[in-house]
């Protein structure tokens, strides 16, 4: 064993870890947490105790002596807006991560990164990569119509960029030389305009504009949503569930379950069908609306994430856009191995480490 890297991706409900000797995977499980124990945290970023624990146990369980770990990468949060790249985790950061700009699980990456690194020793990296508030947009793009609320880069870096490299490889060209609008399906949507090496243009994945997603509302009527805002029916954290958690599929359907809404429809429920395929048809808008941004000159429009399994969905998509330009599906998510590779590239002296401010 020589290049040891420890890979930390907190999901919703579950932690994906794995390691890996260089660039080579030597151990990978995904540590679901039942609902009960995630419950009885008040914040996200409460559960790092909990969390980090369960990850020692499962590296202990499988032999992995941390003392050998020379680095470990974390998935990054919501963080302030930055460029994309790679990240040591400083107090600035863990600052920021205590305090984030909204909350979610992906906040944890860099803090568990950070604890674990300082429990094993002085000389051991913690390093997150592409966090979600990486902010590449053309200022053009920020302008939304009203001066207080500009629009925001909020998406799935990561698994983004990795897919959009992976794409670059397969037709051997460098990613810094194509414009392609890449599209990430799981509980959000996030649909990236990239060009030449930067995401210039993106809706906010979390809860803004956008399709809607399995649970996230996307864009909604503004007025209509001031409207409800006003209408004493909701409190504050009422209406933000509706945005996050409680929009989309969970609205129309009661479930985030792709996989069961696909049953229904197969059953003849006519209703699921009907909303299953407005989110393709919203994705699609969304494509189109970015290849205005690339001026039409689209190398590729690759669709990835969790629902990007799903046959339907993939098929509705491409009969909507193909006449943008080649459509590529790479399903699920490559994060993990993104994580590992960069930090491979830190160990190796290939990429710069940038400092968080």
């Known amino acids: 064993m020589g290049k040891i890297i420890l890979v930390i991706n907190p999901g919703s409900t579950s932690t994906k870890i794995a390691v890996f000797d260089g660039r080579k995977g030597i151990f990978l499980v995904n540590i679901v947490h039942p609902q009960q124990m995630l419950a009885s945290f008040n914040r996200i970023v409460d559960q790092y105790d909990y969390r980090k624990d369960t990850i020692k146990t499962e590296l202990t369980k499988a032999g992995i002596d941390l003392k050998k770990i020379k680095i470990i990468v974390g998935r990054g949060g919501l963080l302030k807006p930055i460029p994309g790249g790679v990240y040591g985790v400083n107090e600035a950061m863990l600052r920021d991560i205590h305090n984030p700009m909204g909350e979610h699980e992906s906040n944890l990456g860099g803090l568990i990164a950070y604890e674990l690194a300082k429990e094993i020793g002085p000389n051991i990296k913690a390093i997150i990569v592409d966090p979600t508030c990486v902010d590449e947009m053309e200022e053009i793009a920020r302008i939304s119509g009203m001066p207080e609320l ?54 906010n994945g979390l809860n803004g504009d956008g399709p809607m997603s399995p649970e996230r509302s996307g864009g909604v009527p503004a007025g209509q949503l001031v409207e409800m805002c006003f209408s004493k029916k909701y409190s504050y954290v009422e209406i933000m ?47 189109g609306a970015l290849s205005t941004v ?25 009969e909507r856009v193909k006449h943008l330009g080649t459509v590529k599906t790479y399903p699920g998510g490559s994060e993990m191995d993104a994580l590992a590779m960069n930090g491979f590239m830190v160990l190796t002296n290939e990429i710069e480490v940038k400092e968080y401010v």
Request: glycine content about 12%; overall charge positive.
């Open 241 to 287: 569930r509706k945005l996050k958690g409680k929009g989309g599929f969970v609205a129309y359907l009661g479930t985030n379950d792709a996989l069961e809404i696909e049953k229904r429809i197969e059953q003849g429920d006519e209703y699921a069908k009907l909303v299953y395929t407005a989110l393709t048809y919203q994705v699609a808008k969304e494509i």
């Open 294 to 318: 690339l001026k039409g000159e689209v190398d590729g429009i690759l669709l990835t994430g969790g629902l990007a399994y799903g046959n339907f969905i993939v098929d509705e998509i491409t």
């Open 150 to 203: 500009p629009r925001r880069s909020l998406l799935h870096t990561l698994n983004q960029r990795a897919v959009a490299r992976r794409y670059a490889k397969e037709i051997n060209r460098r990613y810094e030389d194509l414009s392609l609008i890449v599209v990430h399906m799981g509980g959000g949507i996030s649909v990236g305009a990239h060009y030449k090496g930067r995401i210039i243009d993106v809706n």
